[in-house]
């Protein structure tokens, strides 16, 4: 059994700042990429960004230069800074793990999602 579990969301006014964590756990034995995703209300879930094993990071183009993607893998941890947040980024964020089991399977996991309200 693996889980995520997310941390860090909330209220926070436009311009401020939010650090969302996610750490899993369980039946691991590696951790290949990680992920950030959102969904706003009546949109489809978005990626945000993404960040490998050797944590090569992307952004989706609107968050570059304001999001940063980082992991620590000792932790099985991945985690997303938030800066200069805009009232369109205000959505449910969600983590994903590619995980490797170890009963040598591997699973695309998600957390349970973690609310983001940016305020004008």
């Known amino acids: 059994q693996v889980q995520l579990v997310e941390s860090g969301g909330g209220l926070v006014q436009a311009g401020g700042s939010l650090r969302l964590s996610c750490a899993a756990s369980?039946?691991?034995?590696?951790?290949?990429?990680m992920g950030w995703y959102r969904q706003a209300p009546g949109k489809q879930r978005e990626l945000v960004a993404t960040?490998?094993?050797?944590?090569?990071?992307n952004y989706t183009d609107s968050v570059k230069g304001r999001f940063t993607i980082s992991r620590d893998n000792a932790k099985n941890t991945v985690y997303l800074q938030m800066n200069s947040l805009k009232p369109e980024d205000t959505a449910v964020y969600y983590c994903?793990?590619?995980?490797?089991?170890?009963?040598?399977?591997?699973?695309?996991?998600w957390g349970q999602g973690t609310q983001v309200t940016v305020s004008l």
């Open positions: 994903n793990a590619d995980i490797r089991t170890t009963n040598w399977g591997r699973y695309d996991y």
């Open positions: 369980g039946s691991i034995f590696s951790i290949k990429a």
């Open positions: 960040i490998t094993s050797g944590s090569n990071a």
